[in-house]
C-alpha cells in the first residue's frame, strides 16, 4: 500500500523539522519528506493543504478498561476512540482484571490489541503482585512480555522498604519505575484541601501528599540509582520539587494530565461529578505552575489520563462517584488550546504528546524507539493529518469511547484529526 500525504504543513517536533511538504509512505515506513520520489505511484492519497502532518500522538495514560472493566471499555471501543484523536501509542496502567503481574496476561494484552490493527499498546506491568505490595513481581519476564514500565498505578505502595527493593532490582536491570507520588493517608481525600473543599464539606488531599511521596521516592532514587517517571504530578510545590531533583541530575521524567493543565477546583461548581478526578483538581497557582513547567520542560509530557466511567457509577454524590474522565479523543485539541493559550510555540507543544512523551519509554520501545512520537525516513509511519483552524463543540455522546463523561464537554475546542495512520494503514479517517 502505497500512501502519499500531499501539502501539508509537516512538523517534526524531534528534528525540529517544519515546512509544507509531500509525505510519501510505502510498505508501512515513510520513504520521503519533501517531494515524493519520480517513480512513486500512490494508490491513495490524502489531500492534507491547510492541515498540519505530525507524528501519530503518543499518550502515556491511557485505561482500556479491558479486561475485567468491559462495562466502561472495551479493547475495540477505546483504540477506536484513540485513532480518532489522532493517538498511534497508549500506555497502559497495570490495574486491569486481572492485574498485569504475570507474563501471560500481558501477552494476552498485545496479541489482541495488536489484532485490532489500530493503536499500538504498551503495558505498565505492575510492580508487586496483585499491587498489594508486598511481593515484587518477575520483573525481567514482564519485560520480556512487552511491558515498558513497572508500577502501582493508583495504589500507592505504603512499604517503604518493599520501594527501596523495587527501585534496587529496577535500577540494576535498568528498567523504569512509573508512580503517582501520592502519600497513603494523606491522599484519601475527594477534592484538593482550600476554601472550596471546606465550603463543599469535601474531603481534603493536601498538597503535602504529593511533596511527601516525592521526597521519598527521590531519596530512595539517590540511594539505588533508579530511573523514575512520575505520572500526573499536580501542585506547583511538586513541580519544583521536579526541577529540582533534574538540576541534581536524578534520572526522572514526570507527565500532567489535561485536567489538571486546564482545570481548577473552582470548576467543581456546584458538586458536578464529573469534575471528580484523579488527582484531584488543585487552584489556580497550581495550574498556572503546571503550564510553565510544561513549556520550560520540567514537566515532560502531557497526557490524557483517559479513564472510561459507566453511567452508573458517576450518577452519585460528588464524593461517591468514580474518579475518572474520557480523554483520548480530546489530547490534540486541548495541547493545542494551551499552546494558543499561553503563547507556547505549537511546534513545541505538540513535541509533549510526541517526541518528548516517547522519550520517557525511551529503550524499553525496543525496535520501535526510532519511529515512536517522529517523522523521518525509513520510520514506521505512524501519522496524524489535523486542521488546526477547524472547531468543533465537544459533545460526550458522539465520543467513540464507551465512557462518556468528560469535564470538557460543551467546549468548543481548536484542532480536527482528518486522518490517522498507524503503520502505514489508514486508521481513522474524518471522511
Known amino acids: 500500500m502505497k500512501i502519499l500525504i500531499q501539502g501539508g504543513r509537516v512538523i517534526d517536533p524531534q528534528s525540529q523539522y517544519d515546512n509544507v511538504a509531500d509525505v510519501a509512505i510505502a510498505d508501512g515506513k515513510i520513504v520521503s519528506i519533501g517531494v515524493a520520489p519520480a517513480d512513486f505511484a500512490a494508490n491513495s492519497t490524502i489531500h492534507a493543504h491547510g492541515c498540519i502532518v505530525v507524528p501519530g500522538l503518543v499518550d502515556l495514560s491511557v485505561r482500556l478498561r479491558e479486561p475485567g472493566h468491559e462495562h466502561e471499555g472495551m479493547l475495540t471501543s477505546e483504540l477506536a476512540a484513540a485513532v480518532a484523536g489522532g493517538v498511534t501509542s497508549v500506555v497502559c496502567p497495570p490495574d486491569t482484571e486481572p492485574v498485569l503481574d504475570v507474563p501471560g496476561l500481558v501477552e494476552m494484552l498485545r496479541y489482541r490489541s495488536e489484532r485490532l490493527n489500530q493503536s499500538r499498546v504498551f503495558p505498565i506491568g505492575a510492580l508487586t503482585r496483585k499491587l498489594e505490595g508486598l511481593v515484587l513481581t518477575e520483573m525481567a519476564a514482564l519485560t520480556s512480555a512487552g511491558c515498558v514500565g513497572f508500577g502501582q498505578a493508583e495504589v500507592p505502595l505504603e512499604n517503604t522498604q518493599v520501594l527501596q527493593r523495587a527501585f534496587q532490582y529496577a535500577a540494576t536491570f535498568g528498567f523504569a519505575v512509573w508512580l503517582r507520588p501520592q502519600e497513603l493517608y494523606l491522599g484519601k481525600g ?60 536524578l534520572q526522572v521524567t514526570a507527565d500532567v494530565s489535561i485536567n489538571s493543565l486546564h482545570l481548577t477546583d473552582a470548576d467543581i461548581g456546584f458538586f458536578d461529578s464529573r469534575m471528580r478526578l484523579t488527582p484531584v483538581l488543585r487552584q489556580q497557582r497550581d495550574r498556572d505552575a503546571l503550564r510553565a513547567a510544561l513549556a520550560d520542560g520540567t514537566l515532560d509530557a502531557l497526557v490524557s489520563d483517559h479513564t472510561p466511567v459507566d453511567e452508573d457509577a458517576k450518577a452519585l454524590p460528588f464524593a461517591e462517584a468514580e474518579p475518572g474522565a474520557t480523554g483520548l479523543e480530546l489530547l490534540l485539541s486541548l495541547t493545542v488550546k494551551w499552546a494558543a493559550e499561553s503563547g507556547t510555540p505549537l511546534a513545541q507543544a505538540l513535541g509533549s504528546v510526541t517526541a518528548r512523551a516517547a522519550a520517557v519509554m525511551g529503550v524499553a520501545l525496543g525496535e520501535m524507539q526510532s519511529s515512536v512520537g517522529r517523522l523521518h525516513v525509513g520510520a514506521a509511519a505512524d501519522v496524524c493529518v489535523f486542521d488546526p483552524a477547524e472547531r468543533w463543540v465537544v ?3 458522539n465520543l467513540r469511547s464507551q465512557g462518556k463523561h468528560t469535564p470538557f464537554g460543551g467546549y468548543e475546542l481548536p484542532g480536527k484529526v482528518r ?8 486508521a481513522y479517517s474524518a471522511s
Request: aromatic share 2%; proline share 4%; hydrophobic share 50%.
Open 419 to 426: 486522518s490517522t495512520l498507524v503503520a502505514g494503514q489508514i
Open 190 to 249: 475527594v477534592a484538593a484541601s482550600g476554601p472550596l473543599a471546606t465550603r463543599l464539606g469535601l474531603s481534603g488531599v493536601p498538597v503535602a501528599a504529593e511533596t511527601i511521596a516525592l521526597h521519598t521516592i527521590f531519596e530512595l532514587m539517590r540511594a539505588t540509582g533508579a530511573r523514575v517517571h512520575l505520572c500526573r504530578i499536580s501542585s506547583a510545590a511538586g513541580v519544583e520539587l521536579v526541577r529540582q531533583a533534574k538540576a541534581e541530575g
Open 395 to 397: 459533545e460526550p455522546s
